[in-house]
């Protein structure tokens, strides 16, 4: 039986109240089209860094507890649907690049991003896990954006048993040098290349969501996609805002991808 993902591309802000009625509008049309798992975009509360060479300490987006009355209504939107989403998190002093899993009964995950590039180590305290946890639709991962460059990430998860990875990113066009259309900057390239990577490597189903428009100096890819085990994209929704919708059978593509080839049973680790 298979099962029906969104992967989101969106633009959110610093404005809490406008971020929230978008993500109840993306889930409402999810529903419209029967999704079981949506997958949100890192930031979808608050928006992202302004800038990641020096971003501005007087415009950080705005910090959420665990227990805030804003996590609590997007639980209360999300019924039945599983649905990931992205935000600053406040836990005391400290802030953290959070990723959570939720459904209306609530939190099934939280991961807190554990790569950082330079601009967010000065804002952000760094995560320190990789852990798959168990859902209503089966046993899930997650990432945040730059976590998707390194092997390990996804690997662990992987290994953890999760059979769909969920990354959650805000993912802009190259700082250093742009190029005039988007799908030929390096960036672009780049995050393609990671999410069919991921998810061929490691023979699971990995959802991308990304950002789009612009924060600050930042412009945003968008690029959101499902991928399937053998590293095929399944539905992706571009540079624009949108979700990329497919009915994956998680298992069924899984145990046909790994049939011959099974990559985590065939690691030699002790050689690495």
């Not at 049309?29 to 992202?48: F, N």
């Not at 946890?133 to 953890?160: Q, S, W």
């Not at 990875?165 to 066009?173: D, S, V």
């Not at 985590?264 to 680790?269: H, Q």
């Amino acid at each position: 039986m298979g099962l029906t993902i969104g992967a989101v591309a969106a633009g959110f802000t610093r404005d809490l109240e406008f971020d929230l009625s978008r993500v109840e509008a993306l889930i409402r049309h999810g529903r419209r089209e029967q999704v079981q798992l949506l997958v949100l975009p890192d930031a979808a509360l608050g928006g992202y860094l302004n800038d990641l060479g020096d971003p501005a300490l007087d415009d950080l987006p705005p910090a959420l507890a665990l227990d805030d009355p804003l996590i609590a209504k997007v639980i209360a939107m999300a019924g039945d649907m599983v649905v990931c989403f992205g935000f600053c998190e406040a836990d005391g002093p400290r802030r953290y690049n959070t990723g959570l899993c939720v459904t209306g009964d609530g939190v099934l995950g939280r991961h807190r991003k554990v790569h950082q590039p330079p601009g967010e180590r000065a804002i952000y305290a760094a995560g320190n896990e990789f852990a798959g946890f168990d859902t209503p639709i089966g046993r899930l991962g997650m990432m945040i954006d730059y976590d998707k460059t390194f092997p390990e990430a996804a690997r662990a998860l992987a290994v953890d048993g999760a059979d769909v990875i969920a990354c959650l990113c805000a993912w802009p066009t190259s700082i250093t040098n742009r190029a005039a259309r988007m799908n030929e900057d390096r960036q672009s390239r780049l995050f393609d290349l990671y999410d069919r990577s991921r998810a061929a490597e490691n023979q699971v189903v990995l959802v991308s969501s990304n950002l789009t428009g612009s924060i600050g100096g930042l412009r945003f890819l968008g690029q959101s996609k499902v991928v399937g085990p053998g590293g095929d994209i399944v539905a992706r929704t571009w540079s624009k805002a949108g979700i990329a919708i497919a009915e994956v059978d998680v298992r069924a593509e899984i145990e046909t991808a790994r049939r011959v080839l099974h990559h985590l049973d065939e690691r030699r680790p002790e050689v690495y």
